[in-house]
């Protein structure tokens, strides 16, 4: 166990829906960061929150969004939903903008 | 851009043979590099990590990792391999001289054999 939570563990929902998920980071960690896990593009980096505040982005869509509320947890909005967006997103959390990360077991998603 | 090239998609050992996982990466300055282990319905656990000194690095579960600079190479090693093993592993290098933008290869899929 990492310490790192992400809830729901499964998500099923049509085309069109917005989503939302959520990550809590270990206890003490500021940094939080997205990760999309697909079999045609594996695993990439979405996006990354120190301490409420963005710190890096990576191939995030434009319809997707995230935020770090003050207690430091995250949330990843998923709006517009494609087929293609049924994958695994993992949350992982570090105490600062580098270090080790521990993740998350990840919510999979999938879009009908 | 960086990249990481794992190019065995599937690999099976039997128990107790000795394992090596080929990454090559591709980036224009000293990377940070990286293997995680990813069992079914888990998340990724880091096994080592490389960021600069020794080229041998040790890390858990028994695992190492060599780096190459001439090769481009970051091969994970493990002497004799136990069923728990069998799981997927992930070589990924950090993006920007730090580790908080990684990037990963697609990673290796390893069955073990009784």
């Known amino acids: 166990d990492s310490g790192v939570t992400q809830t729901p563990k499964h998500l099923i929902t049509a085309t069109g829906q917005r989503v939302t998920l959520r990550c809590s980071p270990r206890s003490g960690d500021l940094s939080v960061y997205w990760y999309q896990q697909s079999l045609d593009q594996g695993l990439q980096f979405l996006i990354q929150y120190y301490n409420g505040e963005e710190r890096a982005k990576g191939n995030i869509l434009e319809r997707f969004s995230a935020q770090q509320f003050p207690d430091l947890h995250s949330e990843l909005n998923l709006s517009s939903l494609e087929l293609g967006d049924s994958a695994l997103y993992f949350c992982a959390s570090s105490v600062g903008v580098g270090g080790e990360k521990y993740f998350g077991p990840g919510t999979r998603l999938t879009v009908t | ?114």
Do not use: M
Not at chain 2, 92 to 107: C, D, I, M, P
């Open chain 2, 1 to 114: 851009a960086q990249s990481v090239t794992q190019p065995d998609i599937h690999i099976t050992v039997s128990e107790g043979a000795s394992l090596e996982l080929r990454c090559n990466y591709s980036y224009g300055a000293t990377p940070y590099l990286f293997w995680y282990v990813q069992s079914p319905g888990q998340g990724l656990q880091l096994l080592l990590k490389y960021f600069s000194g020794d080229t041998l690095v040790q890390g858990i579960k028994g695992f190492e990792a060599e780096f190459k600079r001439s090769q481009s190479s970051f091969n994970l090693r493990k002497p004799s391999v136990h069923w728990s093993d069998a799981a997927e592993y992930f070589c990924a290098v950090g993006e920007g001289g730090s580790n908080y933008k990684l990037t990963f290869g697609k990673g290796t899929l390893l069955t073990v054999n009784p």
